[in-house]
């Protein structure tokens, strides 16, 4: 069974792209440019990997990531979060996220991280 990675991103040509490059690396991917639809999606999808942008429309990705982490059932799911604002990464690891990715991003960067935490 392939594994299951969640992304968020507002952006929709970036959302293509990581889905397009996950589902071609064989994972099974759910995007969605709504930072509300998260944790709805996490109890429904119940994914292996979850992947947040910092910035989402009127949401912050890290409080998101805080609300996985602090969830007991998905306490343990790797969290990424793409951020456009370098220099923050140590704000960006108080959330409890496993890696962070600044954009603009590799695509082999993105395999290589995704593939390093749910391998």
Same mark, same amino acid.
């Given at each position: 069974?392939?594994?299951r990675i969640l992304i968020l991103d507002d952006n929709q040509d $970036? +959302? #293509?792209i990581v889905?397009?490059?996950l589902a071609y690396e064989q994972f099974d991917v759910k995007g969605t440019s709504n930072g509300e639809d998260v944790m709805p999606f996490v109890e429904e999808f119940n994914p292996d990997l979850v992947i947040l942008d910092y910035r989402?429309?009127?949401m912050n990705g890290g409080e998101l990531c805080k609300q996985i982490k602090c969830h007991p059932k998905y306490k343990d799911t790797p969290v990424i979060i793409f951020s456009a604002y370098i220099n923050h #990464? #140590?704000?960006l690891f108080d959330y409890g996220c496993d890696a $962070? $990715?600044?954009k603009p991003f590799d695509l082999t960067e +993105?395999?290589?991280k995704v593939n390093s935490l749910i391998s």
């Open positions: 069974m392939s594994k $970036i +959302l #293509d889905h397009e490059t989402v429309a009127g #990464d #140590d704000e $962070i $990715i600044n +993105l395999v290589e």
